[in-house]
């Protein structure tokens, strides 16, 4: 059995900014309007069900939230430089430079921030800090960059 949220239709979505390092276009800074989808795979329980919407719609939402309206940084990549001088964070990479308000930066623990990586983060969190039910067998979280193009991570839990 499969239990899936899109995050289109359930308001679970976030707008950020980031760049690519040494990609022809997208190494220009650059914003989406992302939109989460879940997935659950697992057997229905006592209660019948696989798992309960509302723990994990309210974990997504949580997410969304630190991310909504941020510069997105890859704290892995060893292309990206961040310093941080007093309320702002200094980026330099392949020979350009930034300066951004401090509180308007969150750095994520990726070696880039691509849907890829990021869905893939979001996967490890989600199995990392909700407690799965003995039903759920794998836990996939899907990242539109927009309609159409979504990268997906799945974490086989048993």
């Not at 309206?69 to 350009?96: A, N, Q, W, Y």
């Not at 990586?117 to 996939?140: D, F, G, H, Q, W």
Request: proline share 4%; aromatic share 6%.
């Amino acid at each position: 059995m499969i239990l899936e949220i899109d995050g289109g239709y359930s308001g679970i979505r976030f707008s950020s900014c980031h760049f690519i390092p040494n990609h022809e276009k997208c190494s220009r800074l650059h914003g989406h309007s992302y939109i989460v989808r879940l997935r659950l795979e697992g057997e229905i329980n006592e209660a019948g069900m696989v798992m309960d919407f509302v723990t994990v719609k309210k974990k997504l939402r949580s997410m969304v939230d630190e991310m909504d309206h941020r510069v997105l940084l890859p704290s892995g990549s060893p292309l990206v430089k961040i310093t941080f001088s007093g309320s702002s964070v200094e980026v330099s990479c392949c020979g350009k430079n930034y300066v951004f308000p401090k509180e308007d930066v969150l750095i994520l623990d990726i070696p880039t921030t691509t849907a890829e990586e990021m869905s893939k983060m979001m996967t490890e969190r989600m199995a990392a800090e909700i407690a799965m039910p003995a039903n759920v067998a794998s836990v996939s979280v899907g990242l539109d960059e927009e309609r159409g193009q979504t990268a997906w991570y799945t974490k086989v839990l048993r």
